[in-house]
């Protein structure tokens, strides 16, 4: 387990959080992940006292102080809290302090749905002091991922193993976003580091991806078993084969058949001007497809998802080809950071689809000298590019200017 404090814990009981997490050491001999301490993920309504990212899960964790040690705490999440048979009382009126757990634990959940991170299950551990001796949960809470505890490094490693399930484990390069989504400063650890505290590899999912479903293997049969297996697959391909051979079509079938029409795309119309679609592309391989200090950047930091468009227009009987690029990333102030550096002239960008073969007839060789807009809104970079198909190109000309605000409102994706 990895510890990345970025902030002092919101509870008492933190400290306690923090020193059982701490006695696992580093690595995966233990349990593995990486632990983010006092943090506070966008849009969660409180500091949390820790979120560990699991290869197989993430566990939100909120402390909860209590008055008094308690040798017995019965806990139901939607229910009066009691300390050895007492209520617990607090001061804003509160019979569960597991209400804000959950919303914290959603908000997290929402948060990675929201910036495309890995959907590994989002489950909530509950950690109580100074001291319980005994907690007592419904079985319908425990069905519901949620573990009220004493954070001793026992109970807490428990909870971990039982809560995150996911079917297949997370990778470095997926882990390292979920650590850029949830943390809102600070760097991911290093590939090496993630790999070292139990997240697989890209070679490692695809092995995990291609066994994981597969059956116990039996003992290899004998020739004789083999025979009747033998024959029925025999006789299986070949009605395949003749059933195959009464659907195609004969000779002798009537040519004047057409064949079914191949769809069109869809126009998109912006202040009454038609934008064809030209093809669309989306990847996770953000600095893979950008070139120039762009791609330095991306290279060092965290890019949630790069989409790709592109689309052509006719401007008083010329052509002119379009290229969006719409760039995801972690938050809004990576954002800026990567809209100053794209915004340089000469500092790079992101390949166009026409670059990399996606060309269409008509349309334009490559989007040099093109009129260039970045934009950034939220956690999102937006590079718009718009050149003429053909004849003299002047990315100053007034007529892709205005082509290049309109296009600021086409789809990045067509689908």
């Avoid at 933190?14 to 997490?21: N, T």
């Avoid at 390292?176 to 949830?182: F, G, N, R």
């Amino acid at each position: 387990m990895r510890l990345i404090r970025l902030g002092t814990e919101p509870s008492a009981v933190g400290a306690d959080v923090r020193a059982a997490l701490s006695t696992w050491g580093v690595g995966d001999a233990v349990l593995g992940g990486v632990a983010l301490l006092g943090v506070r993920p966008p849009d969660c309504p409180r500091e949390l006292d820790a979120v560990i990212v699991l290869p197989r899960g993430v566990l939100v964790v909120v402390g909860v102080d209590l008055p008094d040690p308690a040798m017995r705490l019965e806990a139901p999440l939607n229910g009066q809290w009691k300390i050895d048979g007492w209520p617990l009382t607090r001061p804003d009126g509160a019979t569960s302090p597991a209400a804000e757990a959950l919303a914290a634990a959603t908000a997290v959940a929402r948060r990675i749905q929201d910036m495309r991170g890995e959907p590994l299950p989002v489950t909530t551990v509950v950690a109580v002091g100074p001291y319980v001796g005994q907690v007592v949960q419904p079985t319908v809470d425990l069905n519901r991922g949620v573990r009220v505890l004493h954070p001793k490094p026992t109970s807490l490693l428990a909870a971990a193993r039982e809560l995150a399930t996911s079917d297949r484990p997370c990778s470095a390069e997926h882990a390292a976003k979920l650590v850029a989504v949830l943390a809102p400063t600070g760097a991911p650890p290093a590939r090496p580091h993630l790999v070292a505290e139990g997240f697989s590899d890209t070679a490692a999912d695809l092995a995990s991806a291609s066994t994981m479903l597969l059956p116990k293997i039996a003992p290899p049969p004998t020739k004789r078993q083999l025979l009747p297996y033998v024959g029925g697959v025999v006789v299986a391909v070949l009605l395949i084969v003749a059933l195959v051979i009464s659907l195609s079509p004969s000779d002798s079938a009537d040519s004047s058949t057409s064949p079914s029409p191949t769809p069109q795309p869809t126009t998109v119309v912006v202040d009454g001007r038609s934008f064809t679609p030209r093809g669309a592309d989306r990847t996770d391989d953000c600095a893979g497809h950008a070139f120039g200090d762009v791609q330095v950047w991306l290279s060092q930091h965290v890019c949630m998802q790069l989409r790709r468009a592109q689309y052509e227009t006719t401007v008083d009987g010329r052509r002119a080809g379009v290229a969006i690029a719409e760039l995801s990333l972690p938050d809004a102030t990576r954002a800026g950071e990567l809209h100053a550096i794209a915004s340089v002239a000469g500092a790079g960008g992101v390949t166009p689809l026409v670059a990399e073969g996606r060309t269409w007839p008509g349309g334009p060789a490559s989007f040099d000298r093109s009129a260039i807009d970045v934009s950034a809104k939220g956690a999102q970079v937006r590079i718009t590019q718009v050149v003429w198909a053909e004849g003299e190109r002047d990315p100053a000309d007034p007529a892709l200017a205005e082509l290049t605000d309109q296009a600021l409102r086409l789809p990045a994706s067509q689908q």
